[in-house]
Nanobody, 112 residues
């Protein structure tokens, strides 16, 4: 089983990025999907989660209204659309499947 995250990069404050996480080795509707992030010197933080095939996404208060998470079961892929990025969004972002399988992380850096 593998999760491959990409789409991170360097962006100015107010800018946008779209993270993608492609899964392999999982059934397309298997388990919850989530994004976590970890900034230097800080604890890992849950950003967003879709618990099941039919449920909507939930978000951390810090990203509500700016981030949108989605999953495409046909492609076995999950996304995190991030707009109006802030310097405090700078972190390594991880995709997680079924609360157990973690991708390798992709760096997001927001310059102020």
């Amino acid at each position: 089983v593998q999760l491959q995250a990409c789409g991170g990069g360097l962006v100015q404050a107010g800018g946008s990025l779209r993270l993608t996480c492609a899964a392999s080795g999982f059934a397309s509707d298997y388990g919850s999907v989530a994004w976590f992030r970890q900034a230097p010197g800080k604890e890992r933080e849950g950003v967003s989660c879709i618990r099941s095939f039919s449920s909507g996404a939930t978000y951390a208060d810090s990203v509500e209204g700016r981030f949108t998470m989605s999953r495409d079961n046909a492609k076995n892929t999950m996304y995190l659309q991030m707009i109006n990025l802030k310097s405090e969004d700078t972190a390594v972002y991880y995709c997680v499947r079924a609360q157990a399988y973690w991708g390798q992380g992709t760096q997001v850096t927001v310059s102020s």
